[in-house]
Antibody
Framework: QVQLVQSGAEVKKPGASVKVSCKAS????????MHWVRQAPGQGLEWMGW????????NYAQKFQGRVTMTRDTSISTAYMELSRLRSDDTAVYHC??????????WGQGTLVTVSS | DIQMTQSPSSLSAFVGDRVTITCRAS??????LAWFQQKPGKAPKSLIY???SLQSGVPSKFSGSGSGTDFTLTISSLQPEDFATYYC?????????FGQGTKLEIK
């Protein structure tokens, strides 16, 4: 079965960067785009973008352009999302998620990123 | 961006009731719509994709319908574990967007 296991919680200072990992198993990693979605405390869900693990191509939501970088390491079936120039309103739970046209969405467990001075 | 509007924003119901949540897209999205359930402190759980396809392992008490701009999620025979927040999401156009959520509470 599809499993997406993310790295642990992070605490960062404003202006710093954070890199969250998402290790995939149970399917062919290069066969499906990996999406990233975040949720601020008490707020709704916000799509950030995707990476094509096969080509490395990316598509970022305009809101995050210039601050987000999505990468992957196919040798260990792991996708990464790095967010730079962190602000307090970047405090959120960050999820990786895979979309399949034949089986829908699968989610990682989420990684809490806290931005605080 | 496509706006996704859910109604109602909150809903109270009894155990055993059947409820329907509506999601409207600001422009046509074909059937590229998903529904998620979320409980406090947990990751979203996928229920429905392609507007009406049931995610593997999800009980048939959950059903989705619609196409174009108007969609519904129906939950029959509510049980205590069904009380949660429900979100719709369109994945037809970038950026993918979510509804604001519907909080389903026990009456």
């Amino acid at each position: 079965q599809v499993q997406l296991v993310q790295s642990g919680a992070e605490v960062k200072k404003p202006g710093a960067s954070v890199k969250v990992s998402c290790k995939a198993s149970g399917y062919t990693f290069t066969g499906y785009y990996m999406h990233w979605v975040r949720q601020a405390p008490g707020q709704g869900l916000e799509w950030m973008g995707w990476i094509n693990p096969n080509s490395g191509g990316t598509n970022y939501a305009q809101k995050f352009q210039g601050r987000v970088t999505m990468t992957r390491d196919t040798s260990i079936s792991t996708a990464y999302m790095e967010l730079s120039r962190l602000r307090s309103d970047d405090t959120a739970v960050y999820h990786c998620a895979r979309l399949s046209s034949s089986s829908g969405w699968s989610w990682g467990q989420g990684t809490l990123v806290t931005v605080s001075s | 961006d496509i706006q996704m509007t859910q109604s109602p924003s909150s809903l109270s119901a009894f155990v055993g009731d059947r409820v329907t949540i509506t999601c409207r897209a600001s422009q046509g999205i074909s059937n590229n719509l998903a529904w998620f359930q979320q409980k406090p402190g947990k990751a979203p759980k996928s229920l429905i994709y392609a507007a009406s396809s049931l995610q593997s392992g999800v009980p048939s008490k959950f059903s989705g319908s619609g196409s174009g701009t108007d969609f519904t999620l129906t939950i029959s025979s509510l049980q205590p574990e069904d009380f949660a927040t429900y979100y719709c999401q369109q994945y037809n156009n970038y950026p993918y967007t979510f509804g604001q959520g519907t909080k389903l509470e026990i009456k």
